[in-house]
């Protein structure tokens, strides 16, 4: 009798067990479905305002899914830091979203969301390499320790942290990682802060990183281990990888799809290989122009063929913000401001002037 009410007890809870299951499984399902074809990442219509109220930041948006590279490119003072940083929610002081939505999943947004969700989104689901290394690692703390301290932010123990932290060292190549750990920044080279900067923000695994020019104070050949090391942990762990940089090479050789910014606003997106095959925009051309060639003729400065440097935000032009310093430039760029519209190839671009109408004029790019 005990035992036949012990096996309708297990019985009952077998069932009920295969119901949660089922349940949970059929929740998964149903978040699975939602997310299929839904990006992991979604910006639509960012607005940054500055203190002052000018907008350095003009209504970006973009999509990342996951595992993808989309590189993001312009001269600097284009507003591609500041529309990272939005992202993760880490804007300057006096900096603010003036609009627009950030949505994780299809779903979470984050330009409103309070802090509290935020910090829980960082590191795990988003991390950010900061543009400037030194300012993302505290110069009285031993390496291990700072790492090990975002880790226990997240919950994991000391002992666990102190771990984790070693091995994420390792992971990026840093040799002799307990020692390491217990290095200060400065006993660091410049390329071994940069693989600490990317272990702390790889310890937990995130879904998606934020590179932002995290190898332009490097010199070449650290900057070709570090694109190297990324591209390597980015396979390894099937994350998705936004790579901000001036430098078209780096984004040719990391990214599937390309933004193109110009004084805060997206001028062209689409595939790297279609941008570099044909841009449609002028300022796209014109990076292009300025890289360095294949015969060794290297380095006339970027856009070395465009005069002039990007607008303030304060003190943008009217019509096309690149007419001041357009080689293609007609009389409607002056007071017309074109919008991004489809080029095919799943290409956009926002210019009056189709390429197959390009005046190629000596010293036009
Ligand atoms: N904290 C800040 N206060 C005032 N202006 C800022 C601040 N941060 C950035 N800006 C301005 O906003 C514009 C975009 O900056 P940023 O996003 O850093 O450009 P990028 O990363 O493309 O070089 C620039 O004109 C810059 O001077
Ligand atoms: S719209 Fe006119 S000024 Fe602007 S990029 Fe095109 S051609 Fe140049
Ligand atoms: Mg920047």
């Known amino acids: 009798m005990s035992e036949h009410a012990t096996n309708a007890d297990r019985g009952q809870r077998a069932e009920a067990g295969q119901r949660a299951e089922r349940g949970q499984r059929a929740e998964r399902g149903q978040r699975a479905e939602d997310a299929v074809g839904a990006p992991l990442l979604s910006v639509r219509d960012l607005r940054v305002a500055l203190p002052g109220g000018a907008h350095a930041v003009r209504g970006v948006s973009f999509d990342l899914h996951a595992g993808e590279t989309l590189g993001v490119v312009g001269e600097s003072g284009c507003g591609k830091s500041l529309t990272m940083l939005s992202v993760m929610r880490l804007l300057p002081p006096g900096a603010e979203?003036?609009?627009?939505?950030?949505?994780?999943?299809?779903?979470?947004?984050?330009?409103g969301a309070p802090e509290t969700a935020l910090r829980r989104i960082r590191g795990d689901r988003l991390a950010m390499?900061?543009?400037?290394?030194?300012?993302?690692?505290n110069p009285l703390m031993r390496i291990g320790e700072q790492i090990a301290e975002g880790l226990r932010a997240h919950g994991w123990s000391r002992r666990a942290a102190r771990e984790r932290a070693v091995e994420g060292l390792g992971e990026?190549?840093?040799?002799?990682?307990?020692?390491?750990?217990?290095?200060y920044p400065h006993e660091f080279s410049g390329g071994m802060r940069q693989r600490a900067v990317i272990?702390?923000?790889?310890?937990?695994?995130?879904?998606?990183?934020?590179?932002?020019?995290?190898?332009?104070?490097?010199?070449p050949t650290i900057q070709q281990q570090v694109v190297n090391l990324v591209r390597r942990l980015q396979r390894?762990?099937?994350?998705?990888?936004?790579?901000?940089?001036h430098d078209l090479g780096i984004v040719a050789r990391v990214?599937?799809?390309?933004?193109?910014?110009?004084?805060?606003?997206?001028?062209?997106?689409?595939?790297?290989?279609?941008?570099?095959?044909?841009?449609?925009?002028?300022?796209?051309?014109?990076?292009?122009?300025?890289l360095p060639r294949p015969t060794g003729d290297r380095e006339r400065g970027p856009l070395a063929?465009?005069?002039?440097?990007?607008?303030?935000p304060g003190a943008l032009p009217v019509g096309c913000l690149f007419h001041p310093r357009c080689p293609q430039a007609i009389d409607r760029c002056r007071h017309d401001p074109p919008e991004?519209?489809?080029?095919?190839?799943?290409?956009?671009?926002?210019?009056w002037v189709p390429p197959d109408q390009w005046a190629f004029r000596e010293g036009a790019p």
């Open 97 to 111: 979203i003036a609009g627009g939505e950030v949505r994780l999943d299809g779903r979470t947004e984050l330009a």
């Open 340 to 351: 991004l519209t489809d080029r095919g190839h799943a290409v956009r671009a926002a210019c």
């Open 129 to 137: 390499i900061y543009q400037d290394p030194m300012t993302s690692l």
């Open 199 to 219: 272990a702390a923000a790889l310890v937990l695994d995130p879904d998606v990183l934020i590179a932002d020019e995290p190898t332009t104070a490097l010199d």
């Open 255 to 290: 990214a599937e799809r390309t933004l193109v910014m110009y004084a805060g606003g997206v001028v062209e997106g689409g595939p790297t290989r279609e941008l570099f095959r044909q841009p449609h925009h002028p300022y796209t051309h014109g990076l292009l122009g300025a």
């Open 236 to 245: 390894d762990r099937g994350m998705a990888v936004v790579w901000v940089t």
């Open 305 to 312: 063929q465009v005069a002039g440097a990007p607008p303030q």
């Open 172 to 183: 990026v190549g840093i040799p002799e990682p307990g020692r390491a750990a217990r290095a």
